[in-house]
């Protein structure tokens, strides 16, 4: 059990409006990551982390930004939403870089 | 050329067969190999994870590794209706420092009573 809950698992919201999406484990694993899942992409990396106040990008991170100010949880922001970040949202950690990732069961966000 | 491939699918199989999986990775330097099953509506789920050319095999499931090739397959003996899912193939590429996880778009299978 990779002991990982994301809130909300589903929210709709207007274009314009600021979002947070947040993920928390009960391990203390060094690496959490944000992903998007979207039909005929497959899983899109936005951010991750590894380790507390230390974030990097990933391939699609434009419009989003992070925080961990904890080793427990991780934040996903968006600043403001747009229809285009319509998506279902996968929080994933590790041990370290080099171990598989344990997946959340996911945020639906939908952005009318 | 995307730098995992896998072909969308869907692969149909009858109930009991062997089913087969195929992801192909164009980093040569790719060095950690890892199968996910996504059922529809839910998350990933790690099935195997493969580090070193051969098979790896765990119950029913076989991982097949073939760095010379740059591919890896997984075989399902004795298909289930339960094993009906999208399989994703994740690699780990060294492309950059923090050896982030490079995906497949998945396969989906359909094991047919």
């Known amino acids: 059990d990779a002991g990982i809950t994301q809130s909300p698992r589903h929210k709709v919201t207007e274009t314009g409006t600021p979002v947070t999406l947040r993920c928390h484990q009960t391990?203390?694993?060094?690496?959490m990551y944000w992903y998007r899942q979207d039909p005929g992409h497959g899983l899109r990396l936005i951010h991750y982390?590894?380790?507390?106040?230390?974030?990097d990008k990933g391939e699609v991170s434009d419009g989003y930004s992070v925080s961990r100010s904890k080793t427990e949880d991780f934040l996903l922001t968006l600043e403001s939403a747009t229809s285009s970040q319509t998506s279902v949202y996968f929080c994933?950690?590790?041990?370290?870089?080099?171990?598989?990732?344990?997946f959340g069961d996911g945020t639906r966000l939908s952005i009318l | 050329q995307k730098e995992v491939e896998q072909n969308s699918g869907p692969l149909s199989v009858p109930e009991g067969a062997i089913a087969s999986l195929n992801c192909t990775y164009s980093?040569?330097?790719?060095?950690?190999f890892f199968w996910y099953r996504q059922y529809s509506g839910k998350s990933p789920e790690l099935i195997m994870s493969?580090?070193s050319n051969g098979d790896k095999e765990d119950g029913r499931f076989t991982a097949q590794l073939n760095k010379a090739s740059q591919y890896v397959s997984l075989l399902i003996r004795d298909s289930q209706p339960s094993d009906s899912a999208t399989y994703l193939c994740?690699?780990?590429?060294?492309?950059?420092?923090?050896?982030?996880?490079?995906w497949g778009a998945g396969t989906k299978l359909i094991i047919k009573p």
């Open positions: 994933a950690n590790g041990q370290n870089s080099n171990q598989p990732q344990h």
């Open positions: 391990e203390n694993h060094r690496y």
């Open positions: 982390s590894y380790g507390v106040k230390d974030t």
């Open positions: 980093d040569r330097g790719s060095q950690s």
């Open positions: 493969i580090y």
């Open positions: 994740a690699v780990r590429s060294p492309r950059d420092s923090n050896y982030q996880l490079i």
